[in-house]
């Protein structure tokens, strides 16, 4: 996309907050902040970094050309969290992008954001109504095809490795290579604390039987 610049970059202000919700419900929120912490595990040591509700500024020069997905997978760039994050500094389009449809986005979902999307090159987009109400089906994923998207049959996510399905109010998350799903936070404590105690209970079996188990 080519953008002509009226002054230069270091002079522009590119803001990271608009004073705007992150999300219209609780449902949506909680969405949001789950499908990021499951993509992040997920993408953990690799060249990649997975943002919510950041600001997307895809025109160098000219600020008010942002949009601020609810989660994107940006891959081929450096792990962890940005404030914003631009096109031209990093040098790599998002590949994939979630927004959770709700009331008050469904249209902007659905028209303005897909195009712009499918305009800079985003890979995959995955549209999710955690209530149920605003779409065909819960969850469509759309996967680019020349200049627009492609409805998904399979729910596969190949940019990502992971087969996508509906749980509830989430998204949730399978490995295509292994078929194992992947757990959200709630589920990856519990897991903890499960294995600590049945270590516990083992270091105690040990003991009874005179043995000194090794910290």
């Known amino acids: 996309m080519q953008v002509t610049q009226n002054q230069p970059d270091a002079a522009i202000v590119y803001p990271v907050s608009d004073g705007e919700p992150v999300a219209e419900t609780y449902d949506h929120l909680y969405a949001i902040l789950v499908t990021l912490e499951v993509l992040r595990q997920h993408l953990d040591g690799q060249q990649a970094t997975v943002l919510a509700n950041q600001f997307l500024y895809y025109a160098q020069g000219l600020p008010k050309l942002r949009v601020a997905p609810d989660v994107m997978v940006i891959c081929g760039v450096e792990p962890g969290g940005r404030d ?30 897909r195009r712009l999307y499918a305009q800079i090159g985003v890979e995959e987009y995955w549209l999710f109504d955690p209530k149920g ?10 996967r680019l095809a020349g200049d627009d998207y492609v409805l998904m049959a ?3 996510s190949q940019a990502l490795g992971l087969r996508l399905n509906v749980e509830g109010k989430l998204i949730g998350f399978t ?31 040990l003991r009874a039987l005179g043995v000194d188990p090794v910290e």
């Open 175 to 205: 490995s295509l290579a292994t078929e194992e799903r992947l757990l959200a936070p709630a589920e990856l404590s519990y897991e903890l604390v499960q294995e600590q105690q049945r270590t516990e209970r083992l270091r105690e079996q």
């Open 84 to 113: 914003s994050y631009k096109i031209w500094e990093e040098g790599e389009v998002p590949r994939v992008v979630f927004e959770m449809t709700s009331k008050g986005t469904q249209q902007e979902d659905q028209i303005f954001k």
């Open 133 to 142: 109400e605003w779409l065909e089906s819960p969850l469509m994923g759309y």
């Open 154 to 156: 399979d729910s596969c």
